[in-house]
T-cell receptor, first 112, second 113 residues
Framework: DTAVSQTPKYLVTQMGNDKSIKCEQNLGHDTMYWYKQDSKKFLKIMFSYNNKELIINETVPNRFSPKSPDKAHLNLHINSLELGDSAVYFC???????????FGAGSRLTVL | DAKTTQPPSMDCAEGRAANLPCNHSTISGNEYVYWYRQIHSQGPQYIIHGLKNNETNEMASLIITEDRKSSTLILPHATLRDTAVYYCIVRVGPSNQGGKLIFGQGTELSVKP
């Protein structure tokens, strides 16, 4: 009965590969997010979707492509992985307009 | 959104109150103060938020000064499980851009036995 679930929890891959991280929330929230936390522990917003529509794109390279098939799911696809993409990626969700976010447990991506 | 300033680290003895300060001297009238925490290797967790009145819930209390330029998060009886990084965030209230929370460096709280 996890509220915001992400898969996989760990992902190790080679430079140049393409990978996806999936996120699902069962809270009935309208808005979902991807945040990136790098090795220095800074947590930065990447994308936000509201009812399947992109509303925030924080100047992320176009190798990153979020996809929201429905309002309960927000997936993150990353093409041509680079060393600097190594980080923990957090999915989050909230009711539209509210600032109380529920975060997933994170997906640790390591690019070798 | 107004900038916040927090001490990088604090210690607290188990069972004592932990008082975490936050300065937000440029806060404007429609901005709320939000607190989140991140326990090691977990996702951030919402704690509490307020506009100008003091707030309390099952996790913590939030004290906001009358001029709203600073606030204090209080964990009344800290336990070892409260060891985490605590983030103070100032953000306008519910809006179409809700959720674009900007996390700073936060305060690393260590609760010691």
């Amino acid at each position: 009965d996890t509220a915001v679930s992400q898969t996989p929890k760990y992902l190790v891959t080679q430079m140049g590969n393409d990978k996806s991280i999936k996120c699902e929330q069962n809270l009935g929230h309208d808005t979902m997010y991807w945040y990136k936390q790098d090795s220095k522990k800074f947590l930065k917003i990447m994308f936000s979707y509201n009812n399947k529509e992109l509303i925030i794109n924080e100047t992320v390279p176009n190798r990153f492509s979020p996809k929201s098939p429905d309002k309960a799911h927000l997936n993150l696809h990353i093409n041509s992985l680079e060393l600097g993409d190594s980080a923990v990626y957090f999915c989050a969700s909230n009711r539209a307009g509210a600032n109380v976010l529920t975060f997933g447990a994170g997906s640790r991506l390591t690019v070798l | 959104d107004a900038k916040t300033t927090q001490p990088p680290s604090m210690d607290c003895a188990e069972g004592r109150a932990a008082n975490l300060p936050c300065n937000h001297s440029t806060i404007s009238g429609n901005e709320y103060v939000y607190w989140y925490r991140q326990i090691h290797s977990q996702g951030p967790q919402y704690i509490i938020h307020g506009l100008k009145n003091n707030e309390t819930n099952e996790m913590a209390s939030l004290i906001i000064t009358e001029d709203r330029k600073s606030s204090t998060l209080i964990l009344p009886h800290a336990t070892l499980r409260d060891t985490a990084v605590y983030y103070c965030i100032v953000r306008v209230g519910p809006s179409n851009q809700g959720g674009k929370l900007i996390f700073g460096q936060g305060t690393e709280l260590s609760v010691k036995p």
